[in-house]
T-cell receptor, first 113, second 116 residues
Framework: GQNIDQPTEMTATEGAIVQINCTYQ??????LFWYQQHAGEAPTFLSY????GLEEKGRFSSFLSRSKGYSYLLLKELQMKDSASYLC??????????????FGRGTQLTVWP | GAVVSQHPSWVICKSGTSVKIECRSL??????MFWYRQFPKQSLMLMATSNEGSKATYEQGVEKDKFLINHASLTLSTLTVTSAHPEDSSFYICSPLAQGSYNEQFFGPGTRLTVL
């Protein structure tokens, strides 16, 4: 089965950098997703990592270490609008990459002015 | 990105009634549709998977007779919550998957269901 662990809440100030960690256990690794979800809205895709290393995409970067079962999402130059829940997700089974996703409980990030 | 719509965006109903939620992929064809639900302060939980023209596959613990899924076309899927009860109050989100998608999955805007 799948298991994901991420912190429940984090706070940071505008302009700062924050790192949201995610550890996972899967029966067969097939990539890891990060999503952003504002309250009352659907998740929006941020990143997908399948190989080890850091992938940068603007202010957001995502890192993966398959041997450690570990990923993090790095948010730079924080803005107020980045206040949201950040969800770590893995495919629910080894046979697929998309669709049947198993989500962590999310990390609620609050950005203060 | 892909455009996905859900209707209604929110609904309040009495206990015992049935509620139908529509999910449409507006600019692509969805060969597969996933339905998720999210309880307050919880993460998304997959409910079922459906392929166009086929019966849905339900996740363990999800009652197939209570949550009826119809995926009649490549652009429309519906989820009907039958005989809704207060414990069914949740945020229901569809996620259509386009054929050939590699690493990006889109979600509908969600439907907030409140059962009184």
């Amino acid at each position: 089965g799948q298991n994901i662990d991420q912190p429940t809440e984090m706070t940071a100030t505008e302009g700062a950098i924050v790192q949201i960690n995610c550890t996972y256990q899967t029966s067969g690794f097939n990539g890891l997703f990060w999503y952003q979800q504002h309250a009352g809205e659907a998740p929006t895709f941020l990143s997908y990592n399948v190989l080890d290393g850091l992938e940068e995409k603007g202010r957001f970067s995502s890192f993966l270490s398959r041997s450690k079962g570990y990923s993090y999402l790095l948010l730079k130059e924080l803005q107020m609008k980045d206040s949201a829940s950040y969800l770590c997700a893995v495919p629910a089974d080894r046979g697929s990459t998309l669709g049947r996703l198993y989500f962590g409980r999310g990390t609620q990030l609050t950005v203060w002015p | 990105g892909a455009v996905v719509s859900q209707h209604p965006s929110w609904v309040i109903c009495k206990s015992g009634t049935s509620v139908k939620i529509e999910c449409r992929s507006l600019d692509f064809q969805a060969t597969t549709m996933f339905w998720y639900r999210q309880f307050p302060k919880q993460s998304l939980m997959l409910m079922a998977t459906s392929n166009e023209g086929s019966k849905a596959t339900y996740e363990q613990g999800v009652e197939k007779d209570k949550f009826l899924i119809n995926h009649a076309s490549l652009t429309l899927s519906t989820l009907t919550v039958t005989s809704a009860h207060p414990e069914d109050s949740s945020f229901y989100i569809c996620s259509p998957l386009a054929q050939g998608s590699y690493n990006e999955q889109f979600f509908g805007p969600g439907t907030r269901l409140t059962v009184l």
